[in-house]
């Protein structure tokens, strides 16, 4: 069964460094999600892309975070300086569109300390 | 605006027991219904989704959800749970749009007494 693919699995960083996180979407897919789960919280919406550019992003999704499909299939989230509550799962997804199903990678688990 | 409120956060029932969680959104329109699974340290598995037509569906792992427009409900039931059901349970819902995003509720634990 195809899959969407996060690495890494897990990163540890100090406050104030740079991060990327990497997704593999399937590969007929033209939608593109990051989502991120603070511990024991909601899942929270983050940003959205199609068409190479972003769809819709939440208050969240302020200017230290940037997305990018560098490659046409690879989809990165950057987080530019990351603090202390940026600590959370941040879950990758994408689907076909329409009435398609929205698949979700494993998650990066993002510790800041 | 739009939401989903799952207004149990966390419920236990013995093995074997019927289970049913409730969920309630607010949206424009009658929007799609989600409703995913997440075992610890997991990602998040489709149980089963409501586009249209008939308002009871079927998912995996026997569970299922009734959709009803005058409530503005989409709970999930099962009629005998496993002690493996024991997982966070979130209820989701997404517009008509191809572009629109998934909005989750914010989850119900649920815990299995042997």
């Known amino acids: 069964e195809p899959e969407v693919t996060q690495t890494p699995s897990h990163q540890v960083t100090q406050m104030g460094q740079e991060v990327i996180l990497r997704c593999v979407p399937i590969?007929?897919?033209?939608?593109f999600y990051w989502y991120r789960q603070i511990l024991g919280q909601k899942v929270e919406f983050l940003v959205s892309?199609?068409?190479?550019?972003?769809?819709?992003k939440s208050e969240i999704f302020d200017d230290q975070f940037s997305v990018e499909r560098p490659d046409g299939s690879n989809f990165t989230l950057k987080i530019r300086s990351t603090k202390l509550e940026d600590s959370a799962m941040y879950f990758c997804?994408?689907?076909?569109?329409?009435?398609?199903?929205?698949?979700f990678g494993e998650g990066s688990r993002l510790t800041v300390l | 605006a739009q939401s989903v409120t799952q207004p149990d956060i966390h419920i236990t029932v013995s093995e074997g027991a019927s289970l049913e969680l409730r969920c309630n959104y607010s949206?424009?329109?009658?929007?799609?219904l989600f409703w995913y699974v997440q075992s610890p340290g997991q990602g998040l598995q489709l149980l089963l989704k409501?586009?249209?037509?008939?308002?009871l569906v079927q998912g995996i792992k026997g569970f299922e959800a009734e959709f009803k427009r005058s409530q503005s409900s989409f709970n999930l039931r099962k009629p005998s749970v496993h002690w493996s059901d024991a997982a966070e349970y979130f209820c989701?819902?997404?517009?008509?749009?191809?572009?629109?995003?998934?909005?989750f509720g914010s989850g119900t634990r649920l815990s299995i007494r042997p």
């Open positions: 892309f199609y068409n190479n550019e972003i769809s819709e």
């Open positions: 590969s007929n897919h033209l939608y």
């Open positions: 409501y586009f249209s037509g008939d308002t």
């Open positions: 989701a819902v997404r517009g008509y749009s191809s572009a629109s995003k998934i909005i």
């Open positions: 949206y424009g329109a009658t929007p799609y």
């Open positions: 997804a994408s689907y076909t569109g329409g009435t398609g199903e929205l698949f």
